[in-house]
T-cell receptor
């Protein structure tokens, strides 16, 4: 069974401060990990995926297989980063379905 | 390109009534997903189609939920009869890839309230 845990439902930081959204997963094989974001009144959209190892909007995430974590980080938070963030996992089966965490609501204060 | 379309956007029904949701994926996307998102939780996959065939419906409550994807394009999700616990946002997503790493594109969702 695959599971994704996001321990923080709410996270508030001040503008310019570093931010880290935690994600831990449980999966017996080699998963693909994703971060999805939902801004206010917008659709859920892909922010980044671990295999591309890219930085999107200043966010990065490193897959740590030893700690089974995929934390999302940004060195200097901006007010426009305020949104709901979901960590998601895709297994290796042919269906490649996504399992989502429960989400973290990030608020960046001015 | 046009995004995933869903209708209706909102629906309020009484328990034991029936309801249907419609999804039009992005043109050319072979894979289509229906998710249920209960308040305070992440989306949970209900059913996945590849073209017009079902790939995974293991989490679909088949005693009351049904879904079809005619001609491998549009899809409908039906609940009959609805229960109070079915109150949720129903999300449709589509993906261009049938295998390998891929991105899912989500629709705006249908918010269902069962009273």
């Amino acid at each position: 069974a695959q599971r994704v845990t996001q321990p923080e439902k709410l996270l508030s930081v001040f503008k310019g401060a570093p931010v880290e959204l935690k994600c831990n997963y449980s999966y017996s094989g080699s998963p693909e990990l994703f971060w999805y974001v939902q801004y206010s009144r917008q659709r859920l959209q892909l922010l980044l995926r671990h295999i591309s190892r890219e930085s999107i909007k200043g966010f990065t995430a490193d897959l740590n297989k030893g700690e089974t974590s995929f934390h999302l980080k940004k060195p200097f938070a901006q007010e426009e980063d305020s949104a709901m963030y979901y960590c998601a996992l895709s297994g290796q089966g042919s269906a490649r379905q996504l399992t989502f965490g429960s989400g973290t609501q990030l608020t960046v204060l001015p | 390109e046009a995004g995933v379309a869903q209708s209706p956007r909102y629906k309020i029904i009484e328990k034991r009534q029936s309801v249907a949701f419609w999804c039009n994926p992005i043109s050319g996307h072979a894979t289509l997903y229906w998710y249920q998102q209960i308040l305070g939780q992440g989306p949970k996959l209900l059913i996945q189609f590849q073209n017009n065939g079902v790939v995974d419906d293991s989490q679909l409550p088949k005693d009351r939920f049904s879904a079809e994807r005619l001609k491998g394009v549009d899809s409908t999700l039906k609940i009959q009869p609805a229960k109070l616990e079915d109150s949720a946002v129903y999300l449709c997503a589509s993906s261009p890839r049938t295998g390998g790493s891929y991105e899912q594109y989500f629709g705006p969702g249908t918010r269902l309230t069962v009273t």
